[in-house]
């Protein structure tokens, strides 16, 4: 990114080539194809705006799903639902919600089928704790680096991550 | 109860998640962002060669057109002050014709001297005559590159009651340059021009003018002696004359 904000355009598509699919499919997962299209193009165009005065602060990776990351929770409350509850520090949901009713180990019995269901999981997932999978299996980020991405504390990141797990290992029981 | 070592990774479920088909994005949309990216950073690339002219003489356009505007105005303003002065021969005509031929005899030396200023202007106006009667033909004619008009083709032209009435010969040359179309031509105003020069040396002695004058008569041409006789007079007023010479004088 330093090269890119002295001029290097080459750079810049180094960049893009290396972290476009996976912040893609971060936006995708969590809400479709057409707002994923929107939101991917807005995140890197604020980016590319952002060059003049770019300066290290944090890990490259960090900032960008943190422009990222904002955009998405923009984006949701703009719309009808507003911001998803299970974005809140303390919610309450999070131990309380039913497992997926489909979880039924008899349904994984291939590997491709596994990882439908794995998406499906995935989808069924509160919005805060897919988000914190997606950014640890996607972008590789750290607890700490989830925490800084998405603006929270480090143990709400843990608990959010330790929530979802416990959810995809119970939805995906017996194919693991 | 026994807990996974790292209760948030699990191998097992990341490795199925990295087998999920790697969704990528559309390809239009890779070379929207890669452009917006390039434009952001390399400057505008420079017009084509053939543009580039439009923009420089669209630059240029306005102090051209101002320049010429202003080569205009003075111009027409000089055209206009010269047109004034025409639109007053008629009235000076009027004049003219009203008053006696001993008028010229009656001035006082202050007159004969704005008359022979008037002379002095009359040269840069007559030099236009070298132009097509209409005085909007040649503005930009600087009048004192022309040749200034002789005496004794001014003098053939002027109707001898009409030269001794101490009118300024510019107005009477203005209003009777129509009447001499053939005079107009190069040659003659080159010919006009080493006449005058030549006048303009025996005009330097009255001696040398008289000595002129007299030849003129010899020569028959009586107008023409008489029109530097009268001029003569303007230009030494107090000349002692003798009363041949001063008969060139007369009408």
Known sequence: MLHYRDGDSAAFARLYARHKGPLYRYLLRQCGPV?????????????????????VQAK???????????????HYRASARGLPLSYAEDCPEWSTIPGPESAQPEVCDDRQRQTERLLALLAELPEAQREAVLLKEEAGLSLEEIAQATGTGRETVKSRLRYALARLRQGLAGAL | MS??????????????????????PPEWLDQQILRAAKTQVEPVSPLPAAVRPKRRSARWAVPLALAATVVLSVGIVRLVRESGELATAPSLEAAKTTASPASQADMAPSEVSQAKS???YAHPPAASATAPATPMASPMTPPALAPPVPLAERAQSVDPKAAGSGQPPFRFQQLTRPEKPEKLNGTTNHSAKALADDKAEFRNSPESWLREIAK??????????QAEGLEFQRHYPNYPLEPSDADSGKP
């Open chain 1, 35 to 55: 707002v994923a299209e929107e939101l991917f193009q807005e995140v890197w165009l604020k980016l590319i705006a952002a060059r003049a005065g770019y300066t």
């Open chain 1, 60 to 74: 490259f990776t960090t900032w960008l799903y943190r422009i990222a990351h904002n955009r998405l929770v923009d």
């Open chain 2, 3 to 24: 807990e996974p070592s790292n209760p948030l990774h699990d191998e097992r479920l990341a490795a199925l998640y990295r087998a999920i088909p790697q969704v990528e």
């Open chain 2, 118 to 120: 008037a002379e002095g």
């Open chain 2, 216 to 225: 003129l008569r010899r020569q028959g041409e009586t107008l023409k002696a």
